[in-house]
């Protein structure tokens, strides 16, 4: 059970408005698209120039995409809502992000000398970052990257949970959850590679990511995996939800790109209600050891390995934070496999050389290469 309400306060706090409606029913109703939501269609034509044109020009560009609607933002469609913003698309390379405290706010531009240019810090890389800025009332409202892609999200409609026991669960999760798990674990281990170091440099910039899974943009074009919904350490909100110092650590990683937290209230719905986990099967460990294993081998080599200790576990019971011990076990791994891979986990994290962290990684990658489900945890997916 308290599990189930981790899992519970965590898709509250994240991904629906109305938390606990009442003391007897909790109701996790249809949660609203992910921040930044892209589109694989709205792709610029060159992806090596866009984005480096002068600020003249691009102010010209803005200006011209929201004089082209008579109401801004508002007037645009919505990409995404989330508990502390809307994100507005306005062009095929921009999204406007609005405060929900401003939500009835519309900005008048009247020039594009109103816009303030922001240099893109990641000039290569979708991770949603700032382009330009206006300032209403001496607030600055940000323009941001649109990023390209698939949200890794699901639909969590009809999830109703009567006295803390499912009435009944809706199976197009299950569904929606097989597709995100195969776009994800299809992905070339480049694609890791690239994430994990992007993941770095945010961590070294002082920002932290989100690890909510639709957050994930699946990039099925370039064969990557991009980041929305990035926000810096030093917010309230960062302060208050992760460990300090802990921000981005493997855990986190990992529980976004299997959506740990859809699983582990779906395991509990199953244990509470032997009837739901016999009419409803989705199996898919071999998918989610190979993106345990393409994520650990790449924090090997990028030599980005945050773990996490005990005492981070009770920071915050809103916090998504599992044991990595638990991330593992949805892969079917044992005990002994998962002491073993935080074992060599704790050799690469303490390594002084490339060549031991890769020593490491090697025997982490042997643990899943020579596995068979055999073995079993008790975690039956």
Do not use: W
């Not at 949660?31 to 020009?57: E, M, V």
């Not at 330009?132 to 009809?158: C, H, W």
């Amino acid at each position: 059970m308290i599990l189930l309400q981790k899992s519970i306060l965590y898709y509250n706090s994240t991904k629906n408005k109305n938390a606990y409606s009442s003391k007897d029913v909790l109701k996790c109703a249809s949660h609203t698209k992910p921040l930044f939501q892209g589109n694989i269609d709205s792709r610029p034509s060159d992806d090596s120039d866009s984005y480096h044109s002068t600020s003249s020009a691009i102010q010209s560009e803005i200006f011209n995409a929201v004089k082209a609607n008579n109401s801004f933002p508002q007037g645009f469609p919505v990409l995404g809502k989330g508990r502390s913003s809307t994100v507005y698309g306005i062009s095929p390379k921009y999204v406007f992000k609005l405060p929900v405290r401003h939500n009835d706010l519309s900005i008048n531009i009247t020039s594009s000398k109103d816009i303030e240019i922001i240099s893109d810090r990641y000039p290569s890389e979708y991770l949603s970052q700032p382009l330009a800025k206006i300032i209403v009332k001496n607030e600055p409202f940000y323009l941001l990257k649109r990023v390209p892609g698939k949200p890794g999200s699901m639909d969590y409609t009809q999830l109703t949970y009567g006295y803390g026991i499912p009435n009944y669960l809706y199976p197009q999760c299950r569904e929606d959850y097989k597709s995100f798990i195969k776009d994800v674990s299809d992905m070339p281990y480049s694609a890791y590679e690239k994430l994990i170091r992007n993941i770095k440099r945010l961590d070294n910039d002082g920002k932290c990511i989100d690890p909510n899974s639709n957050n994930l943009m699946i990039d099925k074009i370039s064969s990557r995996l991009h980041l929305v919904d990035i926000d810096e350490k030093d917010t309230a909100a960062a302060i208050r939800m992760y460990p300090p110092g802990k921000e981005n650590n493997i855990c986190y990683i990992l529980s976004m790109l299997i959506d740990m937290s859809f699983l582990n209230l779906e395991k509990d719905i199953e244990f509470l209600d032997r009837e739901l986990s016999g009419r409803y099967h989705h199996r898919q460990p071999r998918r989610r050891r190979r993106i345990m294993n393409n994520v650990l081998k790449a924090a090997c080599n990028e030599n980005f390995i945050k773990l996490v200790d005990p005492s981070d576990l009770s920071f915050n019971p809103r916090s998504p934070l599992f044991k990595l011990k638990d991330l593992l076990k949805t892969g079917n791994l044992n005990d002994r496999h998962c002491n073993d891979i935080e074992d060599y986990l704790r050799q690469a994290a303490n390594a002084t050389t490339l060549y031991s962290r890769r020593e490491a990684s090697q025997k982490i990658e042997e643990i899943f290469d020579n596995f068979s489900d055999s073995y079993g945890s008790g975690f039956s997916r």
